[in-house]
């Protein structure tokens, strides 16, 4: 059980289990995870999405620390499920991070625009040359060498909280 102490406080990650959902993590790594204050965003390990919820939700017994969830569960289904944890987690840690990346900004912009009253937008790597602004929204830094592109109005997307264009993204004209 100590393994996952030291590897998930090593790695800024918060592995566990939600009735509902089952395995999930919350990376502290994600911009809009570093205050766990407001919507926060998880990832349901089932199938590598992402899902939001408040802050405050996250407690116990809605949601439970790995260490917690095993030595809640019976004897004969323990050893199952920390092998199934283990193995989560070292995926999480050793692939699914990096290639999270892009499914985040997706998440994060789709849910902006959406309340913004907008459609859902791909996003992209920009092509052009490098480009450094601040996010008109929250202030953040972007930077499109690091982040990505709304592909409709080509404005670099905030990673801590999904704006692209300050007044509307609407579709751009060549």
């Known amino acids: 059980m100590d393994y996952f102490y030291s590897k998930t406080q090593d790695n800024d990650l918060w592995l566990g289990f939600k009735p509902q959902y089952g395995w999930v993590i919350y990376d502290r790594k994600l911009p809009s995870n570093k205050s766990a204050h407001g919507e926060v965003y998880w990832i349901k390990c089932s199938d590598w999405t992402f899902f939001k919820d408040k802050g405050s939700n996250w407690n116990y017994p809605e949601y439970s620390f790995v260490v917690t969830y095993l030595k809640d569960i019976?004897?004969?289904q323990q050893k199952e499920n920390e092998e199934k944890a283990l193995s989560i987690l070292d995926e999480?840690?050793?692939?699914k991070r990096n290639e999270m990346d892009l499914k985040y900004i997706e998440t994060i912009h789709n849910n902006y625009?959406?309340?913004k009253g907008f459609s859902p937008r791909s996003v992209l790597k920009a092509t052009r040359g490098r480009r450094e602004s601040g996010c008109w929204e929250c202030k953040n830094t972007v930077d499109n060498k690091y982040d990505y592109e709304c592909s409709t109005c080509r404005w670099i997307i905030c990673s801590s909280c999904g704006a692209c264009?300050?007044?509307g993204c609407i579709e751009r004209k060549n």
């Open 74 to 76: 019976e004897t004969n």
């Open 92 to 95: 999480y840690i050793n692939k």
């Open 113 to 115: 625009l959406e309340k």
């Open 165 to 167: 264009k300050q007044f």
